[in-house]
């Protein structure tokens, strides 16, 4: 996951832009790699995705829940 998300980065010219990858349980006992940048506005998050998926890269933008 970590090679991919550094590939990524590359693609999209990012390779300063914080990112992070987590690994999570599943549902059927493997593990999901979940690769994020970090720290972006909504906006440049929806610009390098696009950047991404005209790259065909896989991306998808979530925002992170607010702090109550």
Known sequence: AQSELEKAAAAADLRDQ????????SADSDTLYRARFTA?????????CATLQAKKRSCF???EPSAQ
């Open 18 to 25: 914080a990112r992070s990858v987590q690994s999570m349980p």
């Open 40 to 48: 972006l506005s909504a906006d440049d998050a929806d610009r390098i």
């Open 61 to 63: 933008v979530v925002s």
